[in-house]
């Protein structure tokens, strides 16, 4: 059976800080360890998911929707930078 490596993190904190962490990791049962993971995985986690995400109105939604639908005409900006594109890349 692999063993699973282990990376240590660690953080120096005042006594305040730690009591606190240490408090509410009691009332979830918890180790201290188990909950600062637990709670910076689930702070990480979130802060992906909104970077991840796009959130819209229903009016914008049907905006992008319409232009997807929809397109307009390429201008001439466009059309140099298709051209641009094709020379460099092929």
Do not use: H, W
Request: net charge neutral.
């Amino acid at each position: 059976m692999p063993t699973i490596k282990n990376d240590r993190i660690t953080a120096r904190v005042n006594d305040e800080v730690k009591n606190t962490l240490s408090a509410a990791a009691e009332l979830v049962g918890a180790t201290l360890n188990q909950f600062l993971v637990q709670a910076a995985l689930e702070k990480a986690e979130s802060i992906i998911e909104k970077e991840r995400m796009i959130y819209l109105s229903k009016k914008d939604c049907e905006v992008f929707f319409d232009a997807l639908d929809n397109p307009p005409e390429p201008n001439q900006k466009l059309k140099n930078a298709l051209a641009n594109y094709r020379l460099k890349i092929g």
